[in-house]
């Protein structure tokens, strides 16, 4: 995140940091919590202990969320920090040595030597720092990676989108359980996988079997493996 050259990507990375975050717990909420409750189901369980399943599930994975968006967010902050630190300093030490960095980074863009050195020295009388920071290392100061957002909002979009399963569980008759949770849950996937896909210009229908073809495999494992235990244990 954060890591690209130009203004228009650098905005688009900027929406990606919370964004990202949102698919993957929506993603991961249905994917784990599904297949969380199919697996118990596959056991010949009842209904309330399924439920129980599903509502653990929700939580235990909100909470998991949090904490490894947190962490893995932090590192990706200190390394910016630590980044912007190196520059800076390099900035007091070698300034001269500096500029010509700058401005060969601009004559590699494609500006000739002279209107290269002309943008370097005129980005740099402004805000020397930020030029540095945005054309060498590719981090925008104004859009530095935010853990305590990345962790609540991947928490909340993973206990919003693992009540999909549980809605599945509590509507569909008994019969037809373990068919509604997964189908409920896969179509979700689809249209999510649609959705980010669309917002990043991919392929929507690709994204959306991908997706797919994931969340089922995860489901058929987890059903594979409670069916068995549900046999040699009940
Ligand atoms: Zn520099």
Do not use: Q, Y
């Given at each position: 995140m954060n890591r690209k050259g130009s203004d228009a990507e650098t905005h688009r990375s900027g929406r990606a940091g919370w964004l990202r975050a949102a698919v993957l717990g929506a993603d991961d909420a249905i994917v784990s919590t599904a297949s969380l409750m199919i697996g118990v189901a596959a056991s010949s369980a009842s209904k309330g202990a399924i439920l129980v399943a599903g509502v653990a599930g929700l939580v235990a994975g909100s909470m998991s969320m949090a904490v490894g968006e947190f962490v893995s967010v932090s590192s990706q902050r200190d390394a910016e920090r630590a980044d912007i630190e190196i520059e800076r300093r390099e900035l007091e030490g070698q300034p001269r040595a500096e500029l010509n960095e700058l401005a060969s980074i601009y004559m590699h863009r494609g500006l000739d030597r002279e209107l290269a050195m002309k943008v370097a020295e005129q980005l740099s009388a402004r805000d020397r720092l930020g030029a540095h920071l945005r054309d060498?290392?590719?981090?925008?100061p104004e859009a530095l990676a935010q853990p305590l957002q990345a962790a609540w909002i991947s928490a909340l979009s993973f206990g919003t989108f693992a009540t999909l399963p549980i809605a599945a569980l509590l509507l569909a008759p008994a019969v037809l359980r373990v068919p509604a949770i997964a189908g409920l849950s896969l179509f979700s996937l689809a249209v999510l996988g649609a959705i980010g896909a669309h917002l990043g210009g991919a392929p929507r229908v690709r994204a959306a079997l991908r997706v797919c073809i994931g969340g089922s495999l995860a489901m058929a494992v987890t059903a594979l493996i409670g069916k068995i235990l549900g046999v040699s244990i009940g």
């Open positions: 060498e290392l590719g981090i925008d």
